[in-house]
């Protein structure tokens, strides 16, 4: 006879409290959405094998002809590139096992400002570039992360364009990684052919040593990059690694009340500077919401102030803009991983119901 878990016999309820990993079993009772979870207006038509993080890109020119890019997570792995109606408008094949993508805007390539999506290839230990819209392969396939380090295979991937020059920035968390360094910050640039080379600028970012990191997001107004230490909190530190004292921790917050994952991390931005910091509690099909601004007077104090259901099951990663990109999504678009090969696209007015603001006017991408 099989023995019971001894946390079988505890109730879920008192798991929570402790903070504890769930156990399978208690897993799968929490993968049905709750009653009151909110609906997305959209989902997209499915990938081949396994979604796992979406990006959006903003035509600057219209933005009805903005797009998703997401990964399709396996070893015979793909991007998806979406419409605003969630219809499949391209597939990028021959990638091995894609995990995270971002995007940005700007870069300067062949001498000319160009919009590029950027993805961890994991098994091939590398980074793959992209020309936005058509999705044309900027890089020569040497992009390679952490010295071919399979241990720290690349996930995570999050972008930033310095305001003050227009340098671009990779940050990448790998599979695993060392209690003080974990994060890798690359610079990207023309190599002189219009292709992308990137240098190592700094390994910075703490690790709690309980499970791994992969989500990572990057509030270039303010200045600051967060990443997700799974199972005990969000970290944030500054993205500029020129800045003073970048390598310190400015704030540890999301420690408390999530089932197990701590996950994908979207940034609502409101031109004032304020706004939202979204973490998705990844078992329990949910997200909890904190002040982007943080305190009057304590930036780095990043209160709950909202947890939010979603039908979306399971969700990896995510994304959101404030930016109006259809009738449909009237104060920004929140799009969602879900299991079953899919991605969710969310109103922000319905994320945000009377509790929450709305950016008056959106924030355009940065140019």
């Not at 207006?41 to 998703?68: F, G, Q, V």
Request: charged share 25%.
């Amino acid at each position: 006879m099989m023995k019971s878990s001894p946390w079988l016999l505890l109730p879920l309820a008192f798991l929570l409290t402790l903070q504890l990993p769930l156990p399978a079993a208690d897993l799968d009772k929490l993968a049905t959405p709750a009653p009151d979870a909110i609906k997305p207006r959209l989902i997209t038509e499915p990938t081949k094998y396994d979604t796992d993080d979406p990006a959006i890109w903003i035509n600057p020119a219209d933005h009805t002809k903005s797009l998703i890019v997401g990964t399709d997570k396996n070893s015979d792995g793909a991007l998806y590139v979406y419409d605003l109606e969630g219809k499949i408008v391209q597939v990028v094949p021959g990638l091995k096992r894609p995990n995270n993508v971002d995007i940005n805007y700007g870069l300067m390539l062949g001498g000319k400002p160009t919009d590029i999506a950027v993805t961890t290839e994991r098994e091939m230990q590398r980074l793959r570039i992209y020309r936005l819209p058509d999705m044309q392969c900027v890089d020569n396939g040497d992009l390679v992360v952490f010295d071919g380090d399979k241990n720290r295979a690349p996930m995570g991937i999050a972008l930033y364009r310095r305001p003050k020059d227009g340098v671009m920035f990779a940050f990448v968390g790998g599979k695993s990684g060392p209690r003080e360094g974990y994060i890798g910050q690359y610079r990207l640039a023309d190599d002189g052919t219009g292709h992308v080379k990137m240098t190592l600028v700094r390994q910075f970012g703490s690790y709690s040593g309980k499970k791994e990191i992969e989500a990572i997001a990057v509030d270039e107004e303010l200045g600051y990059v967060y990443y997700s230490d799974e199972t005990f909190g969000v970290r944030k530190y500054a993205a500029d690694p020129d800045a003073p004292h970048a390598n310190d921790q400015l704030a540890l917050f999301a420690t408390s009340g999530f089932v197990s994952d701590h996950e994908g991390i979207s940034i609502y931005k409101i031109n004032d500077g304020t706004g939202y910091i979204l973490v998705s509690d990844q078992q329990a099909n949910r997200f909890r919401i904190y002040k982007r601004e943080g305190e009057p007077g304590r930036p780095h104090e990043h209160n709950l102030i909202k947890t939010v259901p979603v039908m979306a099951i399971e969700s990896d990663g995510s994304d959101v803009t404030s930016t109006v990109l259809s009738p449909k999504f009237p104060s920004g678009l929140f799009v969602v991983m879900s299991n079953s090969r899919l991605f969710h696209y969310y109103s922000w007015d319905d994320i945000a119901g009377t509790d929450l603001k709305r950016a008056p006017n959106g924030v355009p991408p940065a140019k």
